[in-house]
């Protein structure tokens, strides 16, 4: 009788956990975007109280000042990508919303009051994940769609938004659209490939953690303790990180 080989039953048991696993992360894909949807209107209320501005009126002063810039500073995968020149802009941001496409395809969906700094009422950020690539626990970015910024003003981030691959900045951030397998030269690919990484990451962070937990990570404004940065921590950062001027 022959002895069964270790490595072709690990080999087969690899390839039962992917499919376990990628199955898994599908399972809890579709059950976070029926979530937001079936809490479609709680969140737009929420935006609502707690900027002040509902669709193109002002209906009363924010409670609490500074909404969505605090609750991004707050997150820890966020906080970085707010630099000194953002600040600003983003006083104007009064919501973030969530469009679910076909699989683990979405758009974020960033709303601004009528600001000093651009003409844009929305922007939008798009990311496509590859459908073709074997089942695995984790989807492959493939493509983000960013909008064009219509400035104002010469502001020191219009030239970065402008760039393919641009700073770490909330507006570039935003502006930026790269898709694998359009880099030139091998060096080009090594950069924008890390670039889309890190904003696939950056989506999921405002996607999971930002836009649903905005309240607790403005929890500090209303005497509670929620799960933000220390503020010290943040005024530390500012001083190593942000590091442009305005």
């Not at 469009?99 to 922007?123: I, Q």
Request: hydrophobic share 30%; glycine share 4%; aromatic share 12%.
């Amino acid at each position: 009788m022959a002895t069964p080989d270790p490595q072709t039953n690990l080999k087969a048991l690899y390839e039962k956990e992917n499919e376990l696993n990628a199955q898994w992360e599908h399972d809890i894909h579709e059950a976070r975007k029926k979530h937001y949807e079936h809490n479609k209107s709680f969140y737009q209320r929420r935006a609502e109280l707690a900027t002040g501005w509902t669709g193109d009126t002002q209906s009363h002063p924010a409670p609490i000042r500074d909404f969505w810039l605090t609750a991004l500073r707050n997150e820890h995968e966020t906080r970085k990508l707010v630099t000194k020149p953002d600040l600003g802009p983003l006083k104007s941001l009064i919501d973030i919303r969530v469009e679910w496409l076909e699989g683990f395809d979405y758009v974020l969906v960033f709303h601004f009051a009528p600001n000093e700094y651009f003409t844009n009422r929305v922007m939008r950020k798009e990311f496509y994940y590859d459908k073709t690539a074997e089942p695995s626990p984790d989807s492959s970015p493939l493509e983000m769609r960013g909008d064009r910024i219509h400035w104002k003003k010469n502001h020191i981030l219009q030239a970065e938004c402008h760039a393919r691959v641009g700073t770490k900045s909330f507006f570039a951030f935003v502006s930026r659209s790269l898709a694998y397998g359009d880099a030139q030269t091998s060096e080009e690919e090594i950069v924008e490939n890390a670039r889309m990484t890190e904003d696939f990451d950056t989506g999921e962070s405002i996607r999971d953690s930002v836009q649903p937990y905005a309240l607790e990570l403005n929890s500090k404004a209303f005497g509670l303790e929620g799960y933000g940065e220390d503020e010290q921590d943040r005024d530390e950062d500012e001083d190593s990180d942000y590091d442009m001027e305005l």
